[in-house]
Structures are given as structure tokens and as C-alpha cells.
């Protein structure tokens, strides 16, 4: 991982937390019911989460409170921005952006000497099968903040209204607990420090809740999609749901993706994006043997390129080079079928979202397609980073940095 560490591509604007930071955290960990880091530095995203307590307690998303229920902790306004880097839900990055779009001034009073933890509820105790998914229409967002801040101001306003009563000014218990609490919690008298809860619209998402699932609710019918065989063969079982269900791995799920407006394909305008030469050129990689000259010379050379790919036996030719083999003989063949010519996994793997999307629908089915078929590395940085920090591991070294400058000069 240090070449993407060192291209900002891993860990990336990451807080670094420690000393009363680090205490603070602690105290939200407390709240939550969670038992406290003994990390005394740490680093965090823009909901909280921290890499290295991820790893302490060998669990990527300690954050949950079971899988219907998520929190998030802010201790400084400079999360405001940043990246989610271990998100269990679709919209866990849009929430953030909502939080500090309300709170941003009140973030800032507040994170100079407290924290503030964040329950995401979704009204639901906890999911006991994926059909509860579909229940889950709104999320309200509520706040707690570190020591009962708000508390302590109500006790504060309480002892300057007995202070300003009568002859209390020179009544010396009063005195010291006013000062007591000024010294333990400063001057909380015009700060606020209650946030009311935020109420979140939620349609379709995508939760990694049983291994796996995108809930897509504003087309023609409902569809569950499983990354978890297992689950789906559990979930098919049911009769009760007016719902349409897939594994991920389905063709059919492809083909009613089209079919319901929600994805498009037109092979001729695809075969024309720098996205079709990032899948081209991945699956050239897979197929390279007896590399003689760098790979990125050598996916930069059409020459090269050339050369190689005629060394490769006449099927691997065929499949790799089958979309312009397709376009080339429909000129003169009308009646040719792209079936017959263009290999399966670019028919899936140059689908795209429908142009009639909305942006929060056009994203989510962008990550969709990309998990169907993880073979843009640009797109798996971008819709599925988990994915693609395991699959970098098992590149060549050329194709890692290959792919890196994609990113960078994309990004």
C-alpha cells in the first residue's frame, strides 16, 4: 500500500487525534456502549471512524450498534468534507455533508472542548431478515453531546438566576459553585449546545447488512439485489414480499436493469470512452505473459500494444479485441448480433447508468454496475474502495502504478 499512501490514494485526509482529542473520543466510544481505545493516537474520517481502532478491534465497522443502527463521532470541524472511508451505507458521506450544512457553526463552538456523538436511527431495533430493508424509509439523525454539556448549562443558568436574587451576590457557597462550573465547563451561558434531530428522506441505497444488498425503490417495482448467495437463496423463499430479487452475479439482472430505465448499453458510443480502454487494457493485463518492457510503456504504446497482443493466442485476440471486431463487421452486417460476436463480460461491463437518473440514483447504480463487474480499476477506487484495496494487492507492480496515474489524473 505505500505507493498509494504516498499518491494520497490510502488513508487520505485522514485527522490525526491524540491527547484531549483522543480522551474526548473515548468518552463518545463510552456513550455508545462501547469499550474505550487504548490507542493514545489514532487517526479519523469525516464520520469518525479510525483505521487503526478498526484493527485493534478486529472490527471494520465497530462504529454499529448491530447492523440496523449506526453512529458516527465528531470532534472537529476539519472532519467536515472528508472522505468515509469504511462506509456500511450508501448515503453515510451525504449524511455528514447534511450534519455540517445544519450544524456548522454550533460543530465548531462545540468540538473546543466537547464532542459530539451521532445516532443514525432508522427506527428499526435491529434486522432480522433483508425483506425489513424495505421498511426503511426515513433516518433521523439525533445528537449527544460529550459530559451532558447541556445539562451543565441549564445548571449554570440555574445558579446566575439564584446569584442575580436578592442578596445572593454575597452569598459565598453560590460564588464557588459558579466558579467551580466555569472553570470545569467555561461560560456555556450563549452557547448552543442542544442540536435537534435531523429527519432524512431515504429511497433507494445500498447497505453491506447481510453480505451485501442495493434496495432499489423508485422504478417500475422493487428489487433486492444480493451480494450473498447464501442469503439470496434464503431470501427467494419468501412469498409474502411483492418484491423482485437477484443475486448479483445473475444475467438477468442486467437485462431488467435495462429494461426498467435504470441502466443503458449502446456499444458503438462506449466503444469510444476512456472508460472502455481502462477495461480493454485490464483485461489485456490478465492475459499478458513474458512482459519484456514496462507495463505502463507498454498500455501507453499503441506499438506495443500491438505486439503483444499478437502474441496472444487467437481466442484471447477475439475476446479482448470483440468490441471493435463487432462494430467493424456491423457496417456490412446488419443483421449480426452482438451476442454473437462481443464477449459477455463487456455486454455488463459497459453498461451504464440511464441518462433519466437523478444524481443520488445515478451514483448508487454506477456502484451497482461496478460490483457486477469490477473491471474499470477507475471506477472500483471510486464506487467500491474495499474492493479495490484487496484487488491491487494481486497486480503486477507496472499495472499499480499504471493504475495510480489513472486515478490521479481522473480524481
Known amino acids: ?130 425483506f425489513d430493508l424495505l421498511r426503511y424509509k426515513q433516518l433521523t439523525v439525533s445528537f449527544r453531546i460529550l459530559n451532558d454539556l447541556a445539562k451543565k448549562q441549564k445548571e449554570q443558568m440555574e445558579l446566575v438566576d439564584e446569584f442575580n436574587t436578592a442578596n445572593n451576590f454575597i452569598n459565598r457557597e453560590i460564588h464557588n459553585k459558579l466558579l467551580d462550573s ?73 437485462s431488467t436493469l435495462v429494461n426498467h430505465l435504470i441502466a443503458e448499453f449502446d456499444i458503438k458510443k462506449a466503444a469510444k470512452t476512456k472508460r472502455y480502454e481502462r477495461i480493454k487494457k485490464h483485461r489485456f493485463v490478465q492475459e499478458l505473459k513474458n512482459c519484456k518492457h514496462p507495463i505502463p510503456e507498454v498500455l501507453e504504446s499503441p506499438m506495443l500494444f500491438k505486439k503483444y497482443l499478437n502474441e496472444m493466442d487467437v481466442d484471447t485476440k477475439k475476446r479482448i479485441m470483440s468490441v471493435e471486431r463487432y462494430n467493424q463487421r456491423k457496417i456490412v452486417e ?6 454473437d460476436v462481443v464477449d459477455p463480460l463487456y455486454v455488463k461491463a459497459l453498461l451504464q447508468p440511464h441518462s433519466s437518473l437523478e444524481e443520488e440514483h445515478n451514483e448508487l447504480i454506477w456502484k451497482l454496475l461496478t460490483k457486477i463487474v469490477p473491471v474499470d480499476p477507475l471506477h472500483l477506487y471510486w464506487y467500491d474502495k474495499k474492493q479495490f484495496y484487496e484487488t491491487y494487492l494481486t497486480w503486477p507492480d507496472g499495472y499499480q502504478d499504471w493504475v495510480i496515474d489513472r486515478i490521479l489524473k481522473n480524481n
Open 1 to 130: 500500500m505505500d505507493k498509494l499512501k504516498a499518491a494520497g490514494l490510502y488513508g487520505r485526509e485522514l485527522i490525526t487525534v491524540s491527547g484531549s482529542l483522543a480522551e474526548r473520543y473515548n468518552g463518545c466510544l463510552t456513550i455508545l456502549g462501547m469499550e474505550p481505545t487504548a490507542l493514545k493516537a489514532f487517526h479519523i474520517d469525516g464520520i469518525g471512524w479510525s483505521p487503526e481502532i478498526a484493527e485493534e478491534k478486529e472490527n471494520p465497522f465497530y462504529l454499529n450498534i448491530g447492523e440496523a443502527n449506526s453512529n458516527a463521532i465528531v470532534i472537529s470541524p476539519n472532519q467536515e468534507g472528508n472522505p468515509v472511508h469504511m462506509p456500511f451505507h450508501s448515503f453515510d458521506r451525504d449524511i455528514m455533508t447534511t450534519v455540517f450544512a445544519a450544524y456548522a457553526k454550533e460543530i465548531r463552538d462545540i468540538t473546543k472542548d466537547a464532542a459530539i456523538c451521532i445516532h443514525l436511527d432508522q427506527h428499526i431495533d435491529t434486522y432480522y431478515e433483508p
Open 182 to 254: 466555569a472553570r470545569k465547563y467555561g461560560d456555556l451561558r450563549d452557547r448552543k449546545l442542544e442540536l435537534d434531530p435531523l429527519k432524512l428522506k431515504i429511497s433507494s441505497f445500498y447497505t453491506m447488512a447481510f453480505g451485501g444488498i442495493f434496495v432499489l425503490r423508485d422504478f417500475i417495482n422493487d428489487i433486492i439485489v444480493f451480494e450473498s448467495e447464501e442469503t439470496f437463496n434464503k431470501a427467494i423463499k419468501d412469498t409474502v414480499h411483492d418484491v423482485t430479487l437477484f443475486h448479483i452475479g445473475h444475467n438477468e439482472l442486467t
Open 334 to 339: 446488419r443483421e449480426l448480433k452482438i451476442d
